[in-house]
């Protein structure tokens, strides 16, 4: 019986698989003509996009020949040949026209990768994680107008990380974010099994030493797991394992959607590169990544604008045809043999190691496969229906962009990116050695000349510099030392300015948005003006406003004396008053240093007339008057009236007795008022607290009582009309962006 059931399992292990391959092998054929963009291939097997052809070729997903999509040929991008040769066969050659006809007679585009190659991963054969130059990569327009017009035409668009970040220009970027209705954050992290740099090699060496230039200590983790996020501004954090986090590894929750159409596990790990983006639409967020981050993790992402939860799939709700993988998911070890094998996912559990959590294979088995079948599938059922074209997706304009949300500085990816023009019918790369070979030769030579006087020719000769080259190589080494100094300054600069330190700390860094692009689009981003700058501009102000209110002192100066009665030797022929003893009590002010100056109202303080006779609109008098001085008593002060408006030329009234001052009120009753436009910065439940935020913020505000709901709100300040209140608002959008406009009548 052993023998037998052995043998039986010796021909199930032996008919299965082959029986499989039948299947598939008469399995009909799909004929669905599509595009995939790939600029990262290091190798012909093509692991960047692997896993999306092994999907096509389990599927039978034809060309329109009737051929198979090869991993190696069917695709755009960088194909190697032999180092440090290449071809590129990339969408620039062609025109709008031709990309109005793949646009119509394609049913499908994939972007899924365009990272690109660098000199030290492919020219040079150096090590791959440390940043060289770019040789080829990024989006293009033409890319991009590719993908908007499969869009418009209703076809089904796929794209993933990383396609939005560098070397892809910023244009571009905006573009496909509008396309895509996401807003990158410019931060992308991975998870490593281990944080020790002398147990994991994985960790590169630019992740190192921008630790160290950030924090000003070096990459010294203990051997336990984590998650490294960076910017592209040149910042990081790291999260440990039980100080920072619960879980060590980035976890996916499947919204119901997915999990009711295409049998997704609710939740999942994955292990690998992951981008931090958010949708302008929630309702286009189908699954999100999850970071269990304890008390101190949340403090460490949230002192960069980061929440534990982000987008992990971002798509088009309403029609589901447009999708974003906020990840590297293309990217997957997955045997490319176990395609040919019809229903081979129903033994997937075979092919995966569940207790490694390194081992991408489960994810793609469990996750990515069933996903884009699924979304291949529903496709093929409706792409017959579909009719007319779609517009662009509606601009968001309530929706403030990351880096405008908190003032971070654009990138320059044109630091990065290389200007070079390909060709893409021709081999490349044949320059690259010799270039290399040639640079390092006369490296050598320079430094030997500049320490000696001479060097060793080429047949081994001693060439001695004359005078005129030892100038010029002091001369090109004087250049090339104070580039690379404006360079690590313009470095330095830029990181200083993102961290808020140095010469762009408080209160001097003062970053200037453009009005004009407040609804969208790129923010110019001033670089912050230097200290002595800054103090100039001060001084400057501050002499105009003295100016001013030394010509608003003299304007009243000269109103009072006029007005302090007949001169020497005068006779005042008019009424006496009818207060006698306050008449004589009364002294009219001079410009003695005793006497007090009189009170000027904050309106008329940057020049313009002085009305004595008009009186603010309500504005009760106040019951000391400063400029006045009585002898012998102090009777209870009148409000001063106008007696005569139709010449423009006023007086002062004599005082009434106390015992009239109620007539006097009605007769001077307060003007009735307009509405008036309040810019509120803050709004507090109790009084107290906005007392103590004015009282910081040491400014002139005013608090405002609201009854409808109970609370206090601050008024930055008041104007007559809302036009002024908006331009007040936007001036407001870099200190206070959650500023706003209240109408108080």
């Known amino acids: 019986m052993k023998y037998l059931g052995r043998k039986i399992v010796f021909f199930l292990i032996i008919l299965i698989p082959f029986w499989s391959f039948l299947v598939w092998f008469f399995y009909p054929k799909t004929e669905l003509p599509g595009l995939i963009l790939d600029k990262t291939v290091l190798e012909p097997s093509g692991v960047e996009h692997r896993s999306f052809n092994w999907i096509t070729t389990n599927r039978k997903f034809v060309k329109p020949d009737g051929s198979q999509y090869e991993i190696s040929e069917d695709y755009y991008g960088f194909f190697p040949i032999n180092r440090p040769e290449y071809v590129v066969k990339d969408l620039t050659v062609f025109n709008n026209a031709d990309l109005d006809s793949m646009a119509r007679d394609m049913e499908y585009v994939y972007y899924t990768d365009a990272y690109g190659i660098y000199t030290n991963e492919w020219v040079y054969g150096r090590d791959i994680n440390e940043r060289s130059r770019l040789v080829y990569g990024g989006l293009s327009e033409q890319s991009y107008k590719l993908f908007e017009k499969m869009f418009r035409n209703r076809k089904l668009t796929l794209t993933e990380f990383n396609n939005l970040a560098s070397p892809t220009p910023l244009q571009l970027r905006f573009k496909m974010q509008r396309l895509l209705e996401l807003d990158f954050t410019g931060w992308t992290g991975r998870y490593y099994h281990s944080l020790d740099t002398l147990l994991n090699p994985d960790i590169p060496g630019w992740m190192r030493r921008l630790h160290r230039y950030y924090y000003k200590k070096p990459f010294d983790y203990p051997d336990v797991p984590g998650m490294v996020f960076v910017h592209e501004t040149e910042r990081i954090f ?28 609710e939740f999942i790990r994955y292990p690998y590169w992951f981008d931090v983006c958010f949708a302008r639409d929630t309702n286009d967020v189908f699954s999100t990544y999850k970071i269990h981050t304890t008390e101190r993790g949340d403090s460490i992402m949230a002192s960069h604008h980061l929440p534990n939860e982000f987008p992990a799939i971002i798509g088009d709700h309403k029609e589901h045809l447009r999708w974003y993988f906020c990840g590297d998911w293309a990217d997957s070890p997955t045997p490319f043999g176990l395609s040919y094998f019809k229903g081979v996912q129903f033994m997937r559990k075979f092919f995966y190691n569940n207790r490694d959590d390194l081992d991408r294979k489960k994810f793609f088995w469990e996750y990515y496969e069933p996903l884009v079948s699924g979304l291949f599938e529903d496709y093929i059922d409706m792409m017959d229906t579909i009719e007319g ?17 908190y003032n971070i500085p654009l990138p320059d990816v044109d630091l990065i990116a290389s200007g070079r023009v390909y060709n893409p019918n021709e081999v490349l790369g044949s320059e690259y050695k010799e270039r290399a070979y040639r640079d390092s030769v006369l490296q050598a030579e320079r430094e030997e000349a500049s320490r000696t006087g001479y060097y060793i020719g080429q047949y081994g000769d001693t060439v001695f510099l004359t005078d005129e080259e030892m100038h010029e190589l002091e001369e090109q080494t004087r250049y090339e030392n104070s580039m690379q100094s404006r360079r690590d300054s313009i470095k330095r600069r830029r990181l200083d300015s993102v961290r808020g330190v140095g010469e762009f700390s408080d209160p001097y860094r003062l970053i200037k948005i453009d009005s004009t692009y407040l609804r969208g689009g790129r923010i110019p981003v001033n670089i912050p003006l230097t200290k002595a700058e800054i103090k100039r501009r001060a001084q400057m102000k501050a002499a105009a406003e003295k100016a001013a209110q030394n010509r608003a002192e003299a304007i009243v100066d000269s109103m009072l004396e006029s007005e302090s009665g007949p001169g020497p030797g005068e006779t005042n022929t008019a009424d006496p008053p009818k207060n006698e003893e306050l008449s004589a009590g009364f002294r009219s002010p001079t410009r ?17 007339r002085l009305a004595t006779n008009q009186k603010e609109k309500g504005f009760k008098a106040p019951k000391k008057i400063d400029a006045m001085v009585y002898e012998g008593g102090s009777p209870e002060p009148q409000e001063q009236v106008a007696s005569d408006t139709t010449d423009g030329n006023s007086s002062l009234e004599s005082n009434a007795p106390a015992t009239a001052s109620s007539e006097q009120e009605d007769s001077v ?63 407001l959008m870099t200190s206070y962006p959650d500023a706003w406009v209240l109408k108080v009548d």
């Not at 509606?394 to 929706?399: A, E, I, T």
């Not at 240093?593 to 940057?606: D, E, F, G, W």
């Not at 910081?696 to 405002?704: H, N, Q, Y």
């Open 669 to 731: 009753a307060e003007e009735p008022i307009g509405p008036r436009w309040h810019v509120i910065i803050a709004s507090f439940p109790d009084k107290a607290l906005g007392e103590e935020f004015i009282r910081r913020k040491k400014k002139s505000m005013e608090l405002l009582y609201v009854p409808e709901n109970d609370s206090y709100r601050v008024s930055y300040a008041q104007f007559k009309d809302r036009r002024s209140a908006n331009k007040e608002v936007i001036n």
């Open 389 to 405: 074209p779609r517009p662009l997706p509606p601009h968001h304009r309530n929706y403030i962009p990351f880096y405008r949300r």
């Open 238 to 265: 790291v999260l440990e394992m039980d100080k920072d986090v619960e879980h060590e590894l980035p976890i996916i929750n499947t919204g119901e959607y997915l999990i009711d159409q295409y049998n997704l596990p």
């Open 592 to 608: 003695s240093s005793t006497a007090p100056k009189p009170v000027i109202n904050n309106r008329y303080r940057l020049g313009g």
